[in-house]
């Protein structure tokens, strides 16, 4: 007999912490999306100026997504967004972005790693201690946009949006977050704070839901997920939990008119992405 999953039965949905379940859902009333895809890590060069060094690498197939979703929103959200690539994925353009009903970020996330200290999150830790340690994870935990390779040089706005600058942006009215790819070689032991650490830097910053993937997977089923869940959602008007069960269910039964059988029936496809809900 067939493989039956949870989400064959079930809607499901994630939750940080005990208390956001109190918390009341409300609908996003923000403007157009936005979104961020493929930004140019090395920010803009002047003429015979050495590129940096690599600490973020170019995203594979980053102009095919960006293309492929600009003509998903036209022609089947029938839909407004603003799309920011290459140099202009900056930091200084995403602090200027207000209220899109929903955010999209192609790029990699990143961990830094600590001293040892720093991230000791043992139970028996003193208040003051753990308050210390997650302030260090948020800052120490982000968003690689435009000329993120080249930190060091820009101030500011380096192009590595840490947890506590994505907790203040103006995202009130933002219904959804979406991390569509996780990539980064910056890695640390506690990659699963980290990962808790943006969600909650989202919740933080006014945005119920949160999307993001666990690990890498094919961009063309990264893409179909992603394009079903948005068409489920706002044209179909499922709620979000649902429109990405649905999205899953429909990745896992398509059929690649060359082949046989259904190419990305195996969960590694499709079990990715998890939505983690306040």
Request: net charge neutral; hydrophobic share 40%.
């Amino acid at each position: 007999s067939a493989i039956k999953f949870l989400g064959d039965e079930f809607d499901v949905d994630y939750i940080a912490s005990g208390p956001d379940l109190l918390v009341e859902r409300q609908a996003g009333k923000g403007g157009p999306a936005a979104f961020f895809l493929n930004p140019d890590f090395n920010g803009r060069l002047k003429a015979g100026e050495e590129a940096p060094r690599t600490i973020f690498p170019v995203l594979n197939d980053g102009d095919g997504e960006l293309r492929s979703f600009q003509e998903f929103i036209d022609k089947r959200l029938f839909s407004k967004a603003s799309f920011y690539h290459g140099v202009d994925a900056s930091e200084e353009a995403l602090k200027k972005v207000v209220s899109p009903r929903w955010i999209h970020f192609c790029t990699h996330s990143y961990v830094i790693s600590a001293p040892v200290a720093e991230e000791d999150f043992s139970p028996g830790q003193l208040p003051q201690d753990r308050r210390r340690a997650v302030s260090g994870l948020f800052r120490r935990t982000g968003i690689a946009l435009s000329g993120a390779n080249r930190a060091s040089e820009l101030g500011k706005e380096d192009g590595r949006l840490n947890a506590i600058e994505v907790s203040g942006l103006r995202l009130e009215g933002t219904e959804l977050a979406v991390l569509s790819r996780n990539e980064s070689d910056v890695a640390s032991q506690n990659a699963g704070l980290a990962a808790y650490a943006l969600t909650r830097a989202f919740h933080v910053a006014g945005v119920p839901n949160v999307l993001r993937s666990l690990w890498k997977i094919p961009v063309e089923a990264r893409t179909r997920l992603l394009q079903d869940f948005y068409f489920n959602h706002f044209r179909q008007n499922l709620s979000v939990p649902e429109a990405l069960s649905q999205a899953k269910r429909s990745l896992r039964e398509y059929r690649d008119p060359g082949q046989d059988g259904h190419p990305y029936d195996h969960p590694f496809y499709w079990a990715a992405f998890v939505l983690v809900s306040r």
